[in-house]
């Protein structure tokens, strides 16, 4: 795990040392182990090292043996030991035992089609000198992060933005089309970044700079047109086999690591799984990390505290107050690059500077699972909408959407009226392509109305979706209403979002590198052929995840209801019972002078929000997402555009408490 | 009446309207311009009984009631007059 920069000099110009140098400082974190570059006439690559696999021997950028291959690899390829055995067959030789060294000889065997061979996390850039070509690739499911940019005569690429906006040709400006995109679906939709004219390289894309020329190509699709049927009991004990040995497997090599690896808990099925298998493979002490919250209807870790006694983990834990959320925000949005809509990285953030207090650098963590295996409540959401808008005027077929969030206050005394009208249940409505997701954007979209007249202006007349729709298969519209549904978490959110903002991003702040059993490629495309009634039958989620792992977990938590993880927004940075924001920089950045002189919101709505806010008066999912997508917007333009030279640091004074024993 | 509206709006805009609210037209749809969630509806029940001393039933919290200015205060209306001929017939039969 680490970080890596570089750019190419399109006009052939020698690279600039000092500006390598200068990229690569700004990612220290992600690689605090080790630095290295290297020079070749117009290019330069560098890399910041955490050391993980062959600690003495996997220096980087690393070259093969003639010098005429160089890599700056970030993350990990998890088959490389069973990649090198067979590269050694046809005859490639290695000088060390470490992963990237496998890339370098599978790009020498395969080209730029060695990516299909790697099952792993990754963002690599390979510079090819006698093909005067630069490879960059990034892993399917979108594990690790890389940008890339042209500013002038230049094409730079890095880990994350803040390497790019070191070189001296870059600016930054804000992208209101990224903007409006947070504000409708929680996240920019790559290639658009926040910052204008810089690009994300999109999940399984490799991207090829040569002679001048920039070409970008999709090596892998998530494709849900060949979803089994069927789910006979033959058929259902065939997948249970295949699917109890992949996740075995699939844990098993994301063991593989010179250093411990430790596990996330979040008091899940998910989690608690993975946290199991891990046990069962490494046969010794397994240390496991969790979050607890202060306010009872956000906390887990009594299901926490379950698992840890099942399987004998040696556990800390990391107490979240809404103070230290607000005191650590600002330098969460310098990690995640992007406004957020929800304060859900801040713990997470918390969370992994415990676990580098703590000596770790590895641990493994449960995403992916609920997107693959079945497990949101949007898809259960999509399935009682669709059958309601089958019978609209059933009494009874709305009772069970009020089920379905109990622990949300609003929706249990809605009127059936009120519900349909929330939910966008009508005859013709299952026809849209996006169904599943409309109650979701729809709500989110409501908090553009903070935009300034100068941003409505600039985006009106674009189509708010034409970043999603480019992104969408060409026979998405053909798939089934599930299907869809899962492709929009597992393409859209899960990338863009759990595992940036909540994910490698929060993570590599602390230098702490996430690996996710349940994104192994082939758990991923196995999950694409599995019978949908497999995974929720009717209305029972994860059914076949639970049916081969449930009794590794305790009965409490494979019987407790599923509770999304969230953390308190609006209250994180207001103080009810005095009317205060917890800390300055909240108001300075909400002031009206400041909205103002910032351009990018109405200074007057916000101030209103501000007020009630205040008062303790914020209940509502928009209000609460509008707060916490402005304050983050603010902090990016105060950290990045108007302080672009010397970026600032607020040092927060953030004191989490101490970490909990048992 | 009018009286019954004024203050309605009042409420809209000092708890759901946080831009412009000149626009607002009494009889412009809550829903359809995205002013009202589920929490907001329930607080604008809440204002409404305790302002106007009314019990409102689940079976009225309809968007025919509530989806607009014009609506609450006719819906007010309603409930205010059916509660003075409740009061009326009560009072006539202590009589």
């Not at chain 1, 970044?193 to 020329?213: D, Q, Y």
């Not at chain 1, 006979?232 to 699939?250: H, M």
């Not at chain 1, 995403?367 to 009682?384: C, P, T, V, W």
Request: aromatic letters at 10%.
């Amino acid at each position: 795990m680490c970080g890596i920069a570089g750019f190419v000099n399109l006009d052939g110009l020698p690279a600039d040392p000092a500006v390598l140098e200068k990229m690569i400082r700004t990612l220290h974190y992600r690689g605090p182990d080790g630095t290295g570059a290297h020079l070749d006439g117009p290019l330069g690559l560098a890399h910041n090292r955490l050391s993980i696999i062959d600690i003495g021997g996997g220096h980087q950028p690393m070259e093969c043996d003639d010098g005429s291959l160089w890599i700056s690899f970030n993350g990990e390829i998890f088959n490389f030991v069973e990649l090198r055995a067979d590269l050694e067959k046809k005859g490639h030789r290695f000088r060390t035992h470490s992963d990237t060294e496998v890339i370098l000889k599978a790009y020498q065997q395969y080209g730029v089609e060695c990516v299909h061979y790697l099952n792993g996390q990754w963002a690599f850039a390979i510079w090819d000198a006698s093909n005067h070509r630069l490879f960059l690739s990034r892993d399917r499911l979108g594990v690790r992060p890389l940008f890339h940019a042209v500013f002038g005569n230049t094409f730079l690429f890095g880990s994350e933005v803040k390497a790019l906006l070191a070189h001296p040709e870059a600016d930054a400006k804000l992208n209101l089309e990224a903007l409006r995109q947070v504000f409708t679906f929680w996240f920019p939709i790559p290639p658009e970044t926040i910052f204008k004219n810089v690009h994300e390289l999109p999940p399984a894309h490799s991207l090829i700079v040569e002679n001048g020329k920039i070409h970008l190509q999709r090596y892998w699709q998530l494709d849900y047109s060949r979803v089994g049927t069927d789910a006979s009991p033959a058929a259902e004990k065939r997948y249970l086999e295949e699917f109890n040995e992949l996740l075995l497997d699939a844990t098993r090599i994301r063991l593989r690591a010179d250093v411990p690896v430790g596990a996330y808990l979040s008091g899940g099925l998910d989690s608690s799984i993975i946290a199991a298998l891990a046990k069962q493979c490494v046969q010794s002490s397994l240390c496991t990390f969790s979050i607890a919250f202060d306010d009872p209807a956000l906390d887990e870790s009594v299901y926490q505290r379950e698992v840890v006694n099942a399987l004998g983990t040696q556990h800390q834990m990391i107490r979240c107050s809404s103070s230290d959320i607000s005191a650590v925000f600002p330098d969460v949005i310098m990690h995640t690059e992007r406004p957020v809509i929800r304060t859900a990285p801040a713990p997470m953030y918390l969370l992994s500077k415990l676990v580098r207090d703590r000596g770790f650098k590895v641990v493994l963590t449960g995403e992916g699972s609920d997107e693959f295996l079945g497990g949101y409540d949007i898809y259960k959401e999509a399935k009682i909408r669709a059958f309601w808008a089958a019978q609209i005027g059933s009494e009874w077929r709305p009772n069970l959407l009020r089920r379905l969030y109990p622990y949300l206050a609003g929706m249990q005394k809605q009127s059936p009226a009120y519900l349909r009208a929330f939910f966008h249940v009508e005859h013709d409505s299952v026809a849209n392509p996006y169904f599943s997701h409309l109650p979701r954007w729809d709500v989110t979209s409501k908090t553009q109305a903070f935009f300034s007249q100068d941003v409505r202006s600039e985006l009106n007349g674009r189509d708010a979706y034409a970043g999603l729709k480019a992104n969408i298969p060409d026979d998405f519209a053909g798939w089934g209403t599930f299907a869809r549904a899962q492709y929009l978490e597992a393409a859209f959110l899960l990338p863009n979002y759990l595992l940036s903002s909540q994910g490698d991003r929060v993570a590599m702040a602390h230098s702490v590198e996430g690996r996710y059993p349940f994104l192994d490629y082939r758990i991923v495309e196995f999950s694409t052929r599995l019978p949908i009634c497999l995974k929720m039958k009717v209305l029972r989620e994860k059914y076949l995840l639970k049916k081969a792992f449930g009794d590794l977990v305790p009965a409490a938590v494979l019987q407790r209801p599923k509770q999304p993880y969230r953390a308190p927004d609006v209250a994180s940075f207001f103080d009810r019972s005095t009317g205060r924001a917890r800390h300055d920089y909240v108001d300075e950045l909400l002031s009206p002078d400041r909205v103002r002189a910032d351009g990018v919101f109405d200074a007057n709505a916000v101030q209103r929000l501000v007020n009630k806010a205040r008062a303790g008066n914020v209940t509502s999912f928009a209000e609460n997402a509008a707060l916490v997508g402005i304050l983050s917007t603010q902090i990016l333009i105060e950290k990045f555009i108007s302080h672009q030279q010397e970026p600032i640091s607020y040092g927060a004074n953030w004191a989490a408490s101490s970490p909990v024993h048992y | 009446m009018e009286q019954i509206g004024q203050r309605v709006r009042q409420f809209i805009i000092d708890n759901f309207v946080f831009g412009d609210a000149s626009h607002l037209a009494d009889e412009d749809s809550f829903l359809d311009n995205g002013l009202i969630d589920s929490m907001g509806i329930l607080t604008l029940v809440v204002f409404v009984e305790k302002t106007y001393d009314i019990a409102v039933q689940d079976e009225e919290i309809v968007p025919s009631n509530w989806d607009s200015v014009n609506r609450i205060a006719n819906f007010i209306g309603s409930k205010l007059a059916n509660k003075e001929t409740a009061v009326k017939v009560l009072a006539n039969k202590c009589l």
